[in-house]
């Protein structure tokens, strides 16, 4: 195992590299780049740039240099100095940017996570154990429904109840008088007080899916004979469950890790915006829009290396629960 984990360690340093390139290639695809973006917005508001002024601002941001050079420099930066450069929008170091929303990002993507496996699992197991009974036809009329339902129009509509139903301030992950505070133990708990919504609306439609996963891969294992034999042993039923068909079933929930944690960061940008939350998504949003490479490189390697490290994760925690996944 030991050996395993230190080839993927290795094998995840080609991996970034290669991903770095590919997004900071794909970044420069579209027509123009940040200044053609620029002054498409200053027209927007008749003020009109000329094309010395236009030519300065490209040589300032490194933009006149080819592309290749462009992103050796930038990786040259990371790699000595943990500098992830500047960003042409914002004029600050993309490092002060998106740390603390990646921060927050992780605290969202972990508890919608953690919430999403408490509610699927027991779920899972009660369809599959009560198959066609009341219960299994009602979680399955849930599954159904959080499948269905868009996440921005859930987002409204829990809004609207919050607000109107129980006063509650919806928007944002703080109360204004700590959005701009230092860290504390007050500042916390009213971020966890603000978390609830953001953490139910993005584990609907995850926490669906996985409930039918789960149902199915336990209905494939209760019928096998190691089960029968288990029973037929005088094993309690809830024991039987636990051991031996649930540790079983559980593969697919552990398999989730490599792509949910990123999936959360990237794929809840609607929700992220409708909610005004302060996380990766609508900042990279914003930064692919303007073309600011530099934001938008470090944000996409950032969720390229989340997704490698739930991919090492995922097959070591496999490896432990499913005794006929050995590596050798």
Not at 217 to 223: A, G, I, Q, R
Request: charged share 10%.
């Amino acid at each position: 195992m030991l050996v395993f984990i230190a080839k993927r360690f290795l094998w995840m340093i080609p991996s970034l590299f290669a991903v770095s390139f590919l997004a900071f290639v794909l970044i420069q695809l579209p027509p123009g780049d940040y200044v053609t973006t620029y002054i498409a917005t200053l027209a927007a508001s008749n003020e009109i740039v000329d094309q010395n002024t236009a030519a300065q601002l490209r040589e300032r941001f490194g933009l006149d240099d080819p592309m290749l050079i462009q992103y050796f420099k930038w990786m040259w930066g990371i790699l000595s100095r943990g500098d992830f450069g500047i960003s042409f929008e914002w004029q600050q170091p993309v490092s002060d940017l998106i740390w603390e929303r990646m921060a927050l990002t992780l605290v969202l993507a972990l508890s919608t996570l953690i919430a999403t496996w408490a509610i699927a699992l027991p779920i899972g197991v009660f369809s599959a154990v009560r198959k066609y009974s009341i219960g299994d036809y009602f979680f399955t009329a849930f599954t159904f429904f959080g499948l269905a339902v868009p996440s921005f129009l859930l987002a409204l509509v829990l809004m609207y109840i919050a607000a109107v139903e129980f006063g509650q301030d919806v928007g944002g992950l703080f109360s204004p008088q700590y959005e701009n505070a230092p860290w504390s133990f007050a500042k916390m708990g009213d971020l966890f007080s603000h978390l609830w919504l953001p953490v139910i609306i993005l584990a609907v439609s995850s926490t669906a899916s996985l409930i039918r996963v789960m149902r199915a891969n336990m209905l494939d294992e209760l019928p096998k004979p190691y089960v029968t034999t288990a029973r037929a042993k005088g094993l309690s039923e809830f024991r039987l469950l636990m051991k031996y068909p649930m540790m079983i079933a559980l593969n697919p929930f552990i398999s989730t890790i490599a792509w949910l944690l990123p999936n959360l960061i990237s794929g809840s940008v609607v929700v992220a915006i409708v909610l005004n939350l302060p996380t990766a998504a609508p900042l990279l949003l914003q930064a692919l829009m303007a073309q600011d490479m530099y934001l938008a490189g470090a944000f996409v390697l950032l969720i390229c290396a989340l997704t490698l490290i739930g991919s090492l994760i995922s097959d070591i925690l496999l490896a432990l629960v499913d005794p006929r996944i050995r590596l050798e």
